[in-house]
Protein backbone atom coordinates (compact mmCIF):
# COMPACT_ATOMS: atom_id res chain seq x y z
CA UNK A 1 0.00 0.00 0.00
CA UNK A 2 3.11 2.28 0.36
CA UNK A 3 3.79 2.19 -3.74
CA UNK A 4 0.25 4.13 -3.58
CA UNK A 5 0.61 7.15 -1.70
CA UNK A 6 4.39 7.25 -3.80
CA UNK A 7 3.08 6.57 -6.86
CA UNK A 8 0.12 9.67 -6.73
CA UNK A 9 2.81 11.65 -4.53
CA UNK A 10 0.71 12.07 -1.66
CA UNK A 11 2.50 13.19 1.47
CA UNK A 12 -0.43 14.93 3.39
CA UNK A 13 0.07 14.90 7.11
CA UNK A 14 -3.29 14.24 7.82
CA UNK A 15 -5.60 11.84 5.96
CA UNK A 16 -9.53 11.27 7.03
CA UNK A 17 -10.79 7.28 6.53
CA UNK A 18 -14.45 6.71 6.24
CA UNK A 19 -15.07 3.44 8.18
CA UNK A 20 -18.05 2.02 7.91
CA UNK A 21 -17.25 -1.00 10.25
CA UNK A 22 -17.32 -3.54 7.62
CA UNK A 23 -14.01 -5.70 6.78
CA UNK A 24 -12.96 -3.30 3.86
CA UNK A 25 -12.57 0.07 5.79
CA UNK A 26 -11.52 -1.24 9.28
CA UNK A 27 -8.99 -2.91 7.36
CA UNK A 28 -8.29 -0.02 5.60
CA UNK A 29 -7.68 2.47 8.88
CA UNK A 30 -5.79 -0.34 10.90
CA UNK A 31 -2.97 -1.09 7.74
CA UNK A 32 -3.20 3.04 7.39
CA UNK A 33 -2.68 3.13 10.98
CA UNK A 34 -0.13 0.48 11.01
CA UNK A 35 2.27 1.80 7.92
CA UNK A 36 2.31 5.63 10.39
CA UNK A 37 0.06 7.63 8.38
CA UNK A 38 -1.69 9.97 10.85
CA UNK A 39 -5.27 9.33 10.18
CA UNK A 40 -8.94 10.08 11.55
CA UNK A 41 -11.13 7.48 11.11
CA UNK A 42 -14.92 8.86 10.37
CA UNK A 43 -17.84 6.60 10.65
CA UNK A 44 -21.81 8.24 10.02
CA UNK A 45 -24.21 6.56 11.56
CA UNK A 46 -27.07 6.77 9.04
CA UNK A 47 -29.95 6.01 11.80
CA UNK A 48 -31.64 3.82 9.14
CA UNK A 49 -31.39 0.81 11.32
CA UNK A 50 -31.71 0.47 15.28
CA UNK A 51 -28.46 -1.15 15.70
CA UNK A 52 -26.74 1.20 13.68
CA UNK A 53 -25.33 3.57 16.44
CA UNK A 54 -24.13 0.41 18.06
CA UNK A 55 -22.37 -0.40 15.49
CA UNK A 56 -20.88 2.89 15.10
CA UNK A 57 -19.90 2.75 18.71
CA UNK A 58 -18.35 -0.89 17.78
CA UNK A 59 -15.86 1.14 15.64
CA UNK A 60 -15.57 3.55 18.05
CA UNK A 61 -14.46 1.08 20.28
CA UNK A 62 -11.51 -0.44 17.91
CA UNK A 63 -10.46 2.72 17.09
CA UNK A 64 -9.34 3.57 20.61
CA UNK A 65 -7.72 0.25 21.08
CA UNK A 66 -5.27 0.75 18.51
CA UNK A 67 -4.82 4.27 19.17
CA UNK A 68 -6.67 5.89 16.47
CA UNK A 69 -8.30 9.25 16.02
CA UNK A 70 -12.51 8.32 15.73
CA UNK A 71 -15.51 10.48 15.19
CA UNK A 72 -19.24 9.47 14.73
CA UNK A 73 -21.05 11.46 12.24
CA UNK A 74 -24.89 11.22 12.24
CA UNK A 75 -27.37 11.61 9.79
CA UNK A 76 -29.82 13.91 10.78
CA UNK A 77 -33.38 14.93 9.56
CA UNK A 78 -36.09 12.64 8.25
CA UNK A 79 -34.97 10.03 5.62
CA UNK A 80 -36.50 9.23 2.53
CA UNK A 81 -38.65 6.65 1.53
CA UNK A 82 -37.70 5.34 -1.83
CA UNK A 83 -34.12 5.49 -3.25
CA UNK A 84 -32.37 4.60 0.08
CA UNK A 85 -29.64 3.27 -1.13
CA UNK A 86 -28.39 6.50 -2.98
CA UNK A 87 -30.03 8.60 -0.62
CA UNK A 88 -27.75 7.11 2.00
CA UNK A 89 -24.13 7.01 -0.08
CA UNK A 90 -25.06 11.02 -1.01
CA UNK A 91 -25.84 11.88 2.85
CA UNK A 92 -22.49 10.01 3.92
CA UNK A 93 -19.99 11.77 1.58
CA UNK A 94 -22.00 15.41 2.56
CA UNK A 95 -20.70 14.22 6.00
CA UNK A 96 -17.42 13.12 5.15
CA UNK A 97 -16.60 16.17 2.93
CA UNK A 98 -18.17 18.82 5.32
CA UNK A 99 -15.40 17.12 8.17
CA UNK A 100 -13.23 17.59 5.95
CA UNK A 101 -13.49 21.42 4.80
CA UNK A 102 -14.34 22.32 8.98
CA UNK A 103 -11.10 20.55 9.85
CA UNK A 104 -8.96 21.23 6.22
CA UNK A 105 -7.96 18.00 5.78
CA UNK A 106 -7.75 17.55 1.86
CA UNK A 107 -7.55 13.89 1.33
CA UNK A 108 -10.51 11.00 2.31
CA UNK A 109 -9.57 7.67 2.03
CA UNK A 110 -12.62 5.18 1.39
CA UNK A 111 -11.93 1.06 1.24
CA UNK A 112 -12.64 0.14 -2.15
CA UNK A 113 -11.39 -3.40 -2.85
CA UNK A 114 -11.36 -5.63 -6.06
CA UNK A 115 -14.47 -6.52 -6.00
CA UNK A 116 -15.98 -3.70 -5.14
CA UNK A 117 -13.78 -2.60 -8.92
CA UNK A 118 -15.49 -5.86 -10.67
CA UNK A 119 -19.14 -5.15 -9.41
CA UNK A 120 -18.47 -1.38 -10.55
CA UNK A 121 -17.54 -2.59 -13.90
CA UNK A 122 -20.56 -5.21 -14.23
CA UNK A 123 -22.82 -2.34 -13.16
CA UNK A 124 -21.51 0.02 -15.89
CA UNK A 125 -21.97 -2.55 -18.31
CA UNK A 126 -25.32 -3.20 -18.28
CA UNK A 127 -25.99 0.42 -18.34
CA UNK A 128 -24.53 0.45 -21.57
CA UNK A 129 -21.54 3.15 -20.41
CA UNK A 130 -18.22 3.88 -22.64
CA UNK A 131 -14.70 4.05 -21.92
CA UNK A 132 -14.85 6.22 -18.60
CA UNK A 133 -17.89 4.43 -17.16
CA UNK A 134 -15.95 0.76 -17.63
CA UNK A 135 -12.77 2.39 -16.37
CA UNK A 136 -14.48 2.16 -12.89
CA UNK A 137 -13.38 3.57 -10.11
CA UNK A 138 -10.51 5.46 -9.86
CA UNK A 139 -7.78 5.87 -7.50
CA UNK A 140 -8.03 9.10 -7.24
CA UNK A 141 -11.02 11.36 -7.79
CA UNK A 142 -11.64 15.25 -7.18
CA UNK A 143 -15.11 15.66 -5.35
CA UNK A 144 -16.02 18.96 -3.52
CA UNK A 145 -12.90 20.42 -3.34
CA UNK A 146 -11.66 16.74 -1.76
CA UNK A 147 -9.24 14.13 -3.06
CA UNK A 148 -10.52 10.66 -3.06
CA UNK A 149 -8.46 8.36 -2.62
CA UNK A 150 -8.51 4.44 -3.32
CA UNK A 151 -5.51 2.66 -1.86
CA UNK A 152 -6.79 -0.69 -1.74
CA UNK A 153 -8.09 -1.31 -5.07
CA UNK A 154 -5.80 -3.83 -6.09
CA UNK A 155 -6.68 -5.69 -2.85
CA UNK A 156 -9.00 -8.85 -2.21
CA UNK A 157 -11.80 -9.04 0.24
CA UNK A 158 -11.17 -12.27 1.26
CA UNK A 159 -7.07 -11.03 2.15
CA UNK A 160 -8.09 -7.77 3.84
CA UNK A 161 -10.78 -10.04 6.32
CA UNK A 162 -7.55 -12.48 7.05
CA UNK A 163 -5.70 -9.60 7.43
CA UNK A 164 -8.05 -8.59 10.50
CA UNK A 165 -8.25 -11.85 11.94
CA UNK A 166 -5.13 -12.06 12.17
CA UNK A 167 -5.15 -9.32 14.65
CA UNK A 168 -8.45 -10.57 16.15
CA UNK A 169 -10.70 -8.28 15.08
CA UNK A 170 -14.31 -8.81 14.51
CA UNK A 171 -16.44 -6.57 11.47
CA UNK A 172 -19.90 -5.75 10.48
CA UNK A 173 -21.86 -7.45 8.20
CA UNK A 174 -24.04 -4.83 6.48
CA UNK A 175 -27.89 -6.27 5.79
CA UNK A 176 -28.10 -4.48 2.66
CA UNK A 177 -25.76 -6.85 0.68
CA UNK A 178 -28.27 -9.26 1.02
CA UNK A 179 -31.01 -7.11 -0.24
CA UNK A 180 -31.52 -8.37 -3.55
CA UNK A 181 -33.62 -5.20 -4.59
CA UNK A 182 -30.55 -3.95 -5.30
CA UNK A 183 -28.79 -4.10 -8.35
CA UNK A 184 -25.23 -4.44 -7.19
CA UNK A 185 -26.29 -7.28 -5.08
CA UNK A 186 -27.66 -8.95 -7.58
CA UNK A 187 -24.36 -8.21 -9.63
CA UNK A 188 -22.13 -9.73 -6.82
CA UNK A 189 -24.59 -13.12 -6.11
CA UNK A 190 -24.04 -13.63 -9.85
CA UNK A 191 -20.09 -13.11 -9.99
CA UNK A 192 -19.75 -16.60 -9.10
CA UNK A 193 -21.14 -18.05 -12.37
CA UNK A 194 -18.91 -16.32 -14.37
CA UNK A 195 -16.07 -17.77 -12.42
CA UNK A 196 -17.20 -20.95 -14.45
CA UNK A 197 -16.29 -19.23 -17.51
CA UNK A 198 -13.00 -17.83 -16.34
CA UNK A 199 -14.41 -14.66 -15.52
CA UNK A 200 -13.44 -13.67 -12.21
CA UNK A 201 -13.23 -10.46 -10.24
CA UNK A 202 -9.35 -10.21 -10.76
CA UNK A 203 -10.02 -10.52 -14.43
CA UNK A 204 -12.77 -7.73 -14.63
CA UNK A 205 -11.03 -5.31 -12.27
CA UNK A 206 -7.63 -5.60 -15.00
CA UNK A 207 -9.82 -5.03 -17.53
CA UNK A 208 -11.06 -1.74 -16.09
CA UNK A 209 -7.52 -0.69 -15.03
CA UNK A 210 -6.54 -1.03 -18.38
CA UNK A 211 -9.10 0.89 -19.55
CA UNK A 212 -8.48 3.50 -17.44
CA UNK A 213 -5.29 4.38 -19.28
CA UNK A 214 -7.34 4.76 -22.64
CA UNK A 215 -9.63 6.90 -20.08
CA UNK A 216 -6.51 9.21 -19.43
CA UNK A 217 -5.52 9.36 -23.12
CA UNK A 218 -8.81 10.71 -23.93
CA UNK A 219 -9.16 13.55 -20.99
CA UNK A 220 -5.95 14.75 -22.17
CA UNK A 221 -7.93 15.41 -25.89
CA UNK A 222 -10.76 16.61 -24.24
CA UNK A 223 -8.91 19.25 -21.94
CA UNK A 224 -7.24 20.50 -25.67
CA UNK A 225 -10.90 20.29 -26.99
CA UNK A 226 -12.23 22.44 -23.80
CA UNK A 227 -9.21 24.74 -23.66
CA UNK A 228 -9.39 25.40 -27.50
CA UNK A 229 -12.81 25.79 -27.89
CA UNK A 230 -15.22 26.19 -24.93
CA UNK A 231 -16.26 29.72 -23.54
CA UNK A 232 -16.97 29.72 -20.13
CA UNK A 233 -19.45 32.64 -18.81
CA UNK A 234 -18.38 33.44 -15.25
CA UNK A 235 -18.02 29.79 -14.63
CA UNK A 236 -21.64 29.24 -14.81
CA UNK A 237 -22.38 28.47 -18.19
CA UNK A 238 -20.63 27.19 -21.45
CA UNK A 239 -20.95 27.38 -25.03
CA UNK A 240 -19.26 25.95 -28.04
CA UNK A 241 -19.41 26.45 -31.54
CA UNK A 242 -21.71 24.10 -33.80
CA UNK A 243 -19.09 24.33 -36.36
CA UNK A 244 -16.34 23.11 -33.58
CA UNK A 245 -18.77 20.23 -32.58
CA UNK A 246 -19.44 19.34 -36.16
CA UNK A 247 -16.06 19.30 -37.31
CA UNK A 248 -14.56 17.37 -33.98
CA UNK A 249 -14.65 13.19 -33.63
CA UNK A 250 -17.77 11.98 -32.07
CA UNK A 251 -16.51 10.64 -29.18
CA UNK A 252 -14.83 13.22 -27.85
CA UNK A 253 -17.53 15.50 -28.11
CA UNK A 254 -19.70 12.98 -26.42
CA UNK A 255 -16.68 12.73 -23.26
CA UNK A 256 -16.83 16.55 -23.69
CA UNK A 257 -20.31 17.26 -23.81
CA UNK A 258 -21.25 14.93 -20.70
CA UNK A 259 -18.37 16.86 -18.94
CA UNK A 260 -19.59 20.27 -18.84
CA UNK A 261 -23.03 18.76 -18.36
CA UNK A 262 -22.05 17.24 -15.32
CA UNK A 263 -20.01 20.10 -13.98
CA UNK A 264 -22.91 23.00 -14.87
CA UNK A 265 -25.32 20.43 -13.50
CA UNK A 266 -24.00 19.85 -10.24
CA UNK A 267 -24.24 16.27 -10.86
CA UNK A 268 -21.65 13.27 -9.63
CA UNK A 269 -21.83 11.53 -12.76
CA UNK A 270 -21.65 12.61 -16.53
CA UNK A 271 -25.17 11.46 -17.92
CA UNK A 272 -25.91 8.28 -19.91
CA UNK A 273 -23.78 8.08 -23.47
CA UNK A 274 -26.70 7.18 -25.00
CA UNK A 275 -28.50 10.21 -23.86
CA UNK A 276 -25.48 12.86 -25.10
CA UNK A 277 -25.55 10.56 -28.74
CA UNK A 278 -29.29 12.06 -28.97
CA UNK A 279 -28.26 15.39 -28.60
CA UNK A 280 -24.35 14.57 -31.09
CA UNK A 281 -26.65 12.68 -33.49
CA UNK A 282 -29.53 15.48 -34.14
CA UNK A 283 -26.56 17.88 -35.23
CA UNK A 284 -27.97 20.84 -36.80
CA UNK A 285 -31.88 19.85 -36.33
CA UNK A 286 -31.23 20.42 -32.11
CA UNK A 287 -33.46 22.39 -30.84
CA UNK A 288 -32.40 22.11 -27.15
CA UNK A 289 -33.65 19.85 -24.04
CA UNK A 290 -32.76 19.71 -20.27
CA UNK A 291 -30.54 17.30 -19.24
CA UNK A 292 -28.43 16.51 -16.05
CA UNK A 293 -29.97 19.35 -14.26
CA UNK A 294 -28.65 21.95 -17.41
CA UNK A 295 -30.60 23.50 -20.17
CA UNK A 296 -29.04 22.66 -23.57
CA UNK A 297 -30.00 25.01 -26.34
CA UNK A 298 -28.83 26.55 -29.61
CA UNK A 299 -28.21 30.50 -30.00
CA UNK A 300 -25.95 32.57 -32.65
CA UNK A 301 -24.39 29.18 -33.84
CA UNK A 302 -23.14 27.96 -30.80
CA UNK A 303 -24.41 24.88 -28.26
CA UNK A 304 -25.34 26.43 -24.91
CA UNK A 305 -25.26 24.71 -21.80
CA UNK A 306 -26.85 26.00 -18.68
CA UNK A 307 -27.67 25.17 -15.16
CA UNK A 308 -31.87 24.29 -14.90
CA UNK A 309 -33.70 26.95 -13.47
CA UNK A 310 -35.72 25.34 -10.92
CA UNK A 311 -37.36 28.59 -9.60
CA UNK A 312 -38.74 30.61 -13.03
CA UNK A 313 -36.65 33.88 -11.86
CA UNK A 314 -37.07 36.09 -14.55
CA UNK A 315 -34.17 38.66 -15.16
CA UNK A 316 -35.48 42.19 -15.67
CA UNK A 317 -33.21 44.82 -17.57
CA UNK A 318 -32.68 47.01 -14.86
CA UNK A 319 -30.91 44.02 -12.69
CA UNK A 320 -28.68 43.37 -15.66
CA UNK A 321 -27.48 46.70 -16.45
CA UNK A 322 -26.66 46.74 -13.09
CA UNK A 323 -24.86 43.70 -13.25
CA UNK A 324 -22.91 44.81 -16.06
CA UNK A 325 -21.88 48.66 -14.53
CA UNK A 326 -19.91 46.12 -11.92
CA UNK A 327 -18.95 43.34 -14.32
CA UNK A 328 -17.65 45.51 -18.17
CA UNK A 329 -16.65 42.73 -19.79
CA UNK A 330 -20.20 41.23 -20.21
CA UNK A 331 -20.98 44.86 -21.75
CA UNK A 332 -22.23 44.62 -25.27
CA UNK A 333 -22.01 40.81 -25.22
CA UNK A 334 -25.54 40.01 -27.04
CA UNK A 335 -25.63 36.87 -24.24
CA UNK A 336 -28.93 34.68 -24.78
CA UNK A 337 -31.71 35.28 -22.07
CA UNK A 338 -31.12 32.13 -19.74
CA UNK A 339 -27.28 32.51 -20.41
CA UNK A 340 -27.51 36.25 -18.74
CA UNK A 341 -30.24 34.79 -15.92
CA UNK A 342 -27.41 32.07 -15.36
CA UNK A 343 -24.47 34.40 -14.29
CA UNK A 344 -27.17 36.98 -12.49
CA UNK A 345 -27.88 34.51 -10.03
CA UNK A 346 -24.25 32.90 -9.94
CA UNK A 347 -23.55 36.06 -8.74
CA UNK A 348 -26.41 37.29 -6.92
CA UNK A 349 -25.76 34.19 -4.40
Not at 33 to 58: C, W
Not at 192 to 205: C, N, R, S, T, Y
Not at 227 to 252: C, H, M, P, T
Not at 269 to 285: D, M
Request: with cysteine; hydrophobic share 40%; glycine share 8%.
Amino acid sequence: MQDFFVQHGIEEAIIAVGVSGGADSLALALSLHEQGKNIIALTVDHGLRPESKNEAEYVASIMQKFGIEHHILTWEGQKPQTGVEEAARQARYNLLFDYCHRHNIKYLATGHHRRDQAETFLLRLSRGSGVFGLSGILPLSERNGITIIRPQLDASPDDLKQYLKDKDVSWVEDPMNDITDFVRVKIRKFLPQLQDIGIDEAKLAQTAAILQHTREFLQNLCDRFVSDYVRWFGNKAASISLQNLADSDEEITRLVLGELIRSIGGGNYSPEAESVHRIIAEGENFKGCTLGGCELEVALGRLWIIPQDEGNILLSTEQWNDFVAHHLEFANSGLPYKVRRAIWQNWKE
